[in-house]
């Protein structure tokens, strides 16, 4: 059992849990997750380690509340316990003096974002960090970002703080404006990390994302979370979260992220509306 020591909100529908876990905090780097477990008949959830802290022995976990267990972790508080909490999994991320590093954040993606673009500045590269959000109350991790980073640029979509559009635009603006980077990070939601991926391809600059595929076990037993990088089928949970964006096939990512969710346009071959083809499987 893992005790919920603080929860506290970071944002609209985002919380913010301090978790007791001492063997996660003395084993955990910047790009691993946990796979965790609320009740005997719940799913498994992969979350990741947004920061981590050995010495007390507690791990940081910021999770929205999407689906049917994000919501009812929503409702657990401090002193509450989840089951189990399986980690750190997946392979850290490859950090090493490099340059100048943008991280490009979308959504709950800050919350991958941060303890990368931290050690990053540890290592001595420069930072540049990018969040992309729905709206000001969407944000969060400012402060905590703008500590580590040389600039900070925001993007909101209905413009209430920052550049109004997406973050994308302000990795063009930093493109088009000259300033070389040697290495983009992209976290956030499927169609932002494709479009970062398009535009550093076309600039040539190295970029990584962190996947988020469907997972169930989280131990590279079940094939969930396949996908395909380059001319190979690798499971993000023990071959990633992390890949080279320039090789990851984003259209089969995204049809199998909506794999499960209920058609409201019901299936192209039956005409039912049915769970579990999204209205993907004849597309
Ligand atoms: C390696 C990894 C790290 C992650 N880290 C975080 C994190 O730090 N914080 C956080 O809030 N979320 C994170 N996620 C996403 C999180 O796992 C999902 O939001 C969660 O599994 C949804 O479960 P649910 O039962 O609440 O939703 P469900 O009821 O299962 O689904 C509700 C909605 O959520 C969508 N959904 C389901 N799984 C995912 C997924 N993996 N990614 C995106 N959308 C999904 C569904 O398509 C559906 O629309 C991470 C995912 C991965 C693979
Ligand atoms: S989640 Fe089962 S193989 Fe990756």
């Given at each position: 059992m893992f005790k919920i020591l603080e929860k506290k909100a970071a944002a609209h529908n985002v919380w913010k849990y301090v978790i007791a876990a001492p063997d996660v905090a003395n084993k955990a780097q910047p790009g691993q997750f946990v796979v965790l477990r609320l009740h005997e008949r719940g799913e498994r959830i992969p979350i990741s380690i947004s920061d981590w802290d050995g010495d007390t022995g507690t791990i940081t976990l910021i999770v929205q509340a999407v689906g049917h267990t994000t919501r009812q972790l929503a409702e657990m508080n401090a002193g509450d316990h989840i089951l189990d909490l399986l980690g750190p999994l997946g392979k850290p991320a490859i950090i090493e003096p490099v340059g100048t590093v943008a991280c490009v954040a979308g959504g709950v993606g800050t919350a991958i974002i941060y303890p990368e673009a931290r050690r990053h500045q540890e290592v001595g590269n420069r930072v540049l960090t990018l969040v992309g959000a729905r709206s000001l109350d969407h944000l969060f991790y400012l402060e905590e970002l703008s500590a580590i980073s040389e600039r900070v640029m925001v993007a909101t979509d209905d413009g209430?703080?920052?550049?109004?559009?997406?973050v994308t635009d302000l990795l063009r603006q930093l493109v088009n404006d000259g300033i070389h980077l040697d290495l983009v990070i992209a976290v956030g939601p499927i169609p932002m990390m494709q479009a970062v991926s398009e535009l550093t391809k076309r600039h040539g600059i190295k970029t990584i994302v962190s996947l988020n595929p469907i997972m169930v076990d989280g131990t590279g037993m079940c094939g969930a979370c396949r996908v395909r990088v380059g001319d190979e089928i690798r499971f993000c949970c023990i071959d990633g979260p992390e890949f080279d964006a320039h090789q990851v096939d984003f259209s089969s990512l995204l049809r199998r992220s909506h794999l499960y969710e209920r058609s409201t346009d019901g299936?192209?071959?039956?005409g039912k509306v049915e769970e579990g083809c999204g209205g993907q499987c004849h597309k």
């Open positions: 209430s703080y920052g550049h109004k559009g997406f299936c192209k071959s039956t």
